[in-house]
Nanobody, 116 residues
Framework: QVQFVESGGGLVQPGGSLRLSCAAS????????MGWFRQAPGQQRELVAD????????NYAGSVKGRFTISRDNSKNTVYLQMNSLKPEDTAVYYC?????????WGQGTQVTVSS
């Protein structure tokens, strides 16, 4: 049974940075495209970024391109999301999952709040 555990969220001022981590149980993560998703209050969950299995190709939503960087360390079964120049509109719960996502593997997520 795969389980994703997200961490690294918190409260940050506009313009600040955070680094999110997603740890996967087991060692299957290395075979799959992975994504970071977010859901703001009253909004649908959206894809923020994804990365191929080897970490050599990435894609970003237009709203975060140039500010966020997705990466992975398959030896640690972990995917990261470096978030710079954070804006209030980045406030959301952030999740990782396979891409495309599997409904059964949504975790608890990690809350990111950008506010002064």
């Amino acid at each position: 049974q795969v389980q994703f555990v997200e961490s690294g969220g918190g409260l940050v001022q506009p313009g600040g940075s955070l680094r999110l981590s997603c740890a996967a149980s087991g060692s299957i993560l290395r075979f799959y495209v992975m994504g970071w998703f977010r859901q703001a209050p009253g909004q649908q969950r959206e894809l923020v970024a994804d990365i191929n299995s080897s970490g050599t190709a990435t894609n970003y939503a237009g709203s975060v391109k140039g500010r966020f960087t997705i990466s992975r360390d398959n030896s640690k079964n972990t995917v990261y999301l470096q978030m710079n120049s954070l804006k209030p509109e980045d406030t959301a719960v952030y999740y990782c999952n396979f891409q495309p996502p599997s409904r059964r593997y949504w975790g608890q997520g990690t809350q990111v709040t950008v506010s002064s």
